[in-house]
């Protein structure tokens, strides 16, 4: 059964650092992988997806990266503002049938 | 484009009685889906649809009924609430199967926060 976990649980940082989020997978074969952002109390929007046969993707300050032979993907913001806090949630699709496996999510707190 | 809509936003149930959440759509996406999101557990598939006509279980399905009538809306119905399913519930829509470019994405809805007394 796939799982998927994201550590830490949450992350403080001062504004300006540059900062990893870690997602790992134990099951390799995936279709792809998609990086959520949450904010309180709303929905969630879609901020990087990464096909099985890329190794990364870049949006702006954000890059992800994936490696699924390890199982595991990041995501790296820089230079952080105190407008990226949110929580932010790795999710794997299997078998590109939408049936998204989530982590738990980080949540991260940028400090001006 | 309203995007997904969800109502109501929030909902206090007491134990036993039904309800029905409410999910719509206007991008024409086949596939839609409800999560449930519980403190520490991230988001876990409920139900899903493929197509008008079409619903399917996912990891969660107990104690939930789907049914797709329409393109547009995927509602949620509670058959009888338990306070276990006290929870944030996020519908979820894409194109099926998903594409290129932003067809990728799913979407999601502001969600419905309910509490089961």
């Known amino acids: 059964k796939q799982e998927v976990t994201q550590i830490p649980a949450a992350l403080s940082v001062p504004e300006g650092e540059n900062l990893v989020l870690n997602c790992s997978f134990t099951d390799s074969a995936i279709y792809n992988l998609q990086w959520f952002r949450q904010d309180p109390g709303k929905g969630l929007t879609s901020l990087l997806l990464?096909?099985?046969?890329?190794r990364e993707q870049t949006s702006g300050r954000l890059n992800a990266s994936l490696d699924k032979s390890s199982g595991r993907s990041t995501l790296y913001i820089a230079a952080s503002q105190p407008g990226d806090s949110a929580t932010y949630l790795c999710a794997v699709n299997p078998s590109n049938t939408g049936k998204l496996i989530f982590g738990q999510g980080t949540t991260l707190q940028v400090k001006p | 484009n309203a995007g997904v809509t969800q109502t109501p936003k929030f909902q206090v149930l007491k134990t036993g009685q039904s309800m029905t959440l409410q999910c719509a759509q206007d991008m024409n996406h086949e596939y839609m889906s409800w999560y449930r999101q519980d403190p520490g557990m991230g988001l876990r598939l409920i139900h899903y649809?493929?197509?008008?006509?079409?619903?399917d279980q996912g990891e969660v399905p107990n104690g939930y009924n789907v049914s797709r009538s329409t393109t547009e809306d995927f509602p949620l119905r509670l058959l009888s609430a338990a306070p276990s399913q006290t929870s944030v519930y996020f519908c979820?829509?894409?194109?099926?199967?998903?594409?290129?470019?932003?067809?990728?994405?799913?979407?999601f809805g502001p969600g419905t926060r309910l509490t089961v007394l």
């Open positions: 979820a829509s894409s194109s099926f199967p998903l594409g290129q470019g932003p067809k990728r994405t799913q979407y």
């Open positions: 649809s493929v197509g008008a006509g079409i619903t």
């Open positions: 990464i096909q099985s046969s890329q």
